[in-house]
């Protein structure tokens, strides 16, 4: 087994949003590269997507343990109750990958409708600081009250550069940076550590979502270009997070070859 492999072994990860994209691929990347004996929370609104993942993943890595929670991380309440929820060999989370997060519509103030704007709100920012304090506790209880664990905030270059027609989305993703630079200044005495991962273009259900379900509209976005692929970020977290434990992948930028910034893209033909 790889060095990483055998850092990760043993440990529990909980991955919101890991019915699709980002988050799916991070949880069978976590199982390719640690088949022995991890543990995986997987969280998400759709839990028969999670119960197929977690068959295939034991399937392939009988090793694995899998627990599917089905979870809205913008409903407080479901969130508050998780960790107590959790059975025994689950409750010890070692590494929180907070992922869950979507964009809705293109629309510009004051065309934005108020459903919109509380989703990605209550989700992208609401959701992630809730499930962050409900997991917070237990990984500052370890190591004799020093701490243990790894908080890892999926952001995007939309928290860094914001564009027309994603005012709300790229607010929720500069609330998301900022979140993380606090708390990782006020955990500075302990051994948590809080990793930032902002990608760029990633071809996953995002635009689906964003255009309601129209896949045309959804493919248009990534006309010309070859964007990441849900896999090419999985392996960035599972990078991060195997690093030897002094060593903290704070922030991290990933674009696919084509594209500078949010929105200079360089379009085949
Ligand atoms: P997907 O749409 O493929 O996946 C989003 C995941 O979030 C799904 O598993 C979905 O599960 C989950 N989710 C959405 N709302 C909730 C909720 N209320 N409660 C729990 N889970 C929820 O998109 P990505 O994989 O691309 O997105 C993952 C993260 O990456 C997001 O935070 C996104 O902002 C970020 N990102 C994406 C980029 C891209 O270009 N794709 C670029 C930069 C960042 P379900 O619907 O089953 O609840
Ligand atoms: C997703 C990237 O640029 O589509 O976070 O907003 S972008």
Redesign the pocket.
């Known amino acids: 087994m790889s060095a990483v492999g055998k850092r990760l072994s043993g440990k529990t990860i909980l991955i919101?949003?890991?019915?699709?994209?980002?988050?799916?691929?991070t949880a069978l990347e976590f199982a390719r590269t640690s088949p022995d004996s991890l543990k995986l929370i997987l969280?998400?609104?759709?839990?028969d997507?999670?119960q197929e993942l977690a068959a295939e993943i034991t399937k392939e890595y009988p090793g694995v343990k899998v627990h599917p929670v089905q979870?809205?991380?913008?409903?407080p309440e479901e969130v508050r109750k998780l960790p107590m929820s959790l059975p025994d060999e689950f409750k010890e989370v070692d590494v929180l990958v907070?992922?869950?997060?979507?964009?809705k519509g293109v629309a510009k103030a004051p065309e934005i409708a108020e459903s919109d704007i509380s989703?990605m709100i209550?989700?992208?920012v609401t959701?992630?600081i809730n499930m962050t304090q409900a997991i917070l506790p237990s990984m500052l209880a370890r190591n004799n009250g020093a701490g243990a664990g790894d908080i890892v905030n999926?952001?995007?270059?939309?928290g860094r550069e914001p564009y027309i027609g994603g005012s709300i989305?790229c607010a929720?993703?500069a609330a998301?940076r900022s979140f993380t630079e606090s708390l990782r200044k006020e955990l500075i005495a302990t051994r948590v550590r809080v990793i930032s991962i902002?990608?760029?273009?990633?071809?996953?259900?995002?635009?689906?979502?964003r255009f309601y379900g129209d896949q045309e509209k959804a493919k248009g976005v990534y006309a010309g270009c070859e964007?990441?692929t849900?896999e090419d970020?999985a392996e960035i977290i599972i990078f991060a997070v195997g690093r030897r434990e002094n060593v903290v992948l704070a922030d991290s930028l990933v674009f696919p070859n084509h594209q500078a910034s949010a929105t200079i893209m360089h379009r085949r033909g």
């Open positions: 919101t949003g890991a019915s699709s994209g980002i988050g799916r691929s969280t998400a609104r759709r839990i997507r999670l979870l809205d991380v913008s409903d907070n992922n869950a997060g979507l964009v989703t209550s989700t992208n959701g992630l999926i952001g995007s270059i939309a989305y929720t993703k998301v902002d990608p760029g273009q990633v071809e996953t259900e995002f635009s689906v979502v964007p990441l849900p970020v």
